[in-house]
């Protein structure tokens, strides 16, 4: 079945680290922008980063700028989200999202294109 599936959601304390996994199954990631979003309870989804088909094209929201890194290994099919410095209002349900093209990234993380797949979302709890 073609799916998105995130992993590494879980708890982490305010200032603390934790990093979400993406991985493809049934398609290769190689041709396609991904993107993280998260939703808060009542809030609309956001995209907090997205990268291209490359390394090198990256975006970040403000809020997440210097603190959370997007990257991408497509020998395992994965894109990830390292989250630095988590603050108190960081909790949210994480979603990955993937586009076939490359420069489209910038547009993905904006939510004016629509991903071909979207993950089923992981939750991230932040608490001491």
């Known amino acids: 079945q073609v799916k998105l599936v995130e992993s590494g959601g879980g708890l982490v304390q305010p200032g603390g680290s934790l990093t979400l996994s993406c991985t493809a199954s049934e398609f290769t990631l190689d041709r396609y922008a991904v993107g993280w979003f998260r939703q808060a309870p009542g809030k609309e989804r956001e995209g907090i980063s997205c990268i291209g088909t490359t390394k090198d094209m990256t975006h970040y929201n403000d809020s997440v700028k210097g603190r959370f890194t997007i990257s991408r290994d497509n020998n395992k099919n994965t894109v990830s989200l390292q989250m630095e410095q988590v603050k108190p209002e960081h909790p949210a349900v994480y979603y990955c999202?993937?586009?076939?093209?490359?420069?489209?990234?910038?547009?993905?993380?904006?939510?004016?294109?629509?991903?071909?797949?979207w993950g089923q979302g992981a939750q991230v709890t932040v608490s001491s």
């Open positions: 999202a993937a586009a076939l093209g490359s420069a489209i990234y910038f547009y993905l993380c904006a939510r004016s294109y629509d991903p071909d797949f």
